[in-house]
């Protein structure tokens, strides 16, 4: 059976692992992103390593949720104040910063039961718009958010180490 809860201090190894993990899954094993070894050896410690982690865990502005299913970790959701680079957002802003799940768990509703999640928070928490970055070839990821009044406002590049992806941003007024 799976639970949704906020995410404890002992979690850190197990979030920073499954954060590793879902993204060489979804980018490098499901979209074929031919990142040089280096490059997503550096970035994946840099965004998903322990301190890395534990940082973000502590930041206050944030709110996570975990999904666990039989004493593992398998999905997991941050969102907090808006930092993407667009002209008309803002800290104000509230930003789904990341939702995945891992590719065992998928088609199980997590994903959608996490996105309920981190839209009713960020509505209860910020004024204005809500944003999302989303990889320019995720149609599926574009889908979901876009059945959530998501709409495309601009785009940047995302670094994985020197290759940079083409990131959507979108926007829910």
């Not at 982690?53 to 808006?82: H, I, K, N």
Request: proline share 6%.
């Amino acid at each position: 059976m799976v639970t949704i809860r906020p995410p404890v201090p002992a979690d850190v190894e197990a979030l920073s692992e499954l954060g590793k993990r879902t993204f060489v899954e979804t980018f490098v094993h499901g979209f074929a992103i031919p990142y040089p070894d280096e490059d997503l050896a550096h970035f994946l410690e840099e965004a998903f390593g322990v301190e890395s982690t534990r940082s973000r865990l502590a930041d206050p502005t944030s709110f996570w949720l975990v999904a666990e299913d039989e004493g593992r970790l398998v999905a997991y959701m941050q969102s907090g104040p808006c930092n993407l680079p667009h002209p008309d957002a803002s800290a104000e802003h509230g930003e789904l910063k990341r939702l995945y799940v891992a590719r065992e768990a998928q088609g199980t509703g997590l994903g959608r039961t996490l996105m309920d999640s981190s839209m009713d928070w960020l509505q209860r928490n910020f004024t204005g718009p809500l944003w999302i970055g989303v990889w320019s070839g995720n149609d599926k990821a574009q889908r979901l958010y876009g059945a959530y009044g998501f709409e495309l406002a601009g785009e940047y590049e995302f670094p994985v180490g020197r290759v940079r992806d083409r990131e959507f941003i979108l926007r829910k007024a």
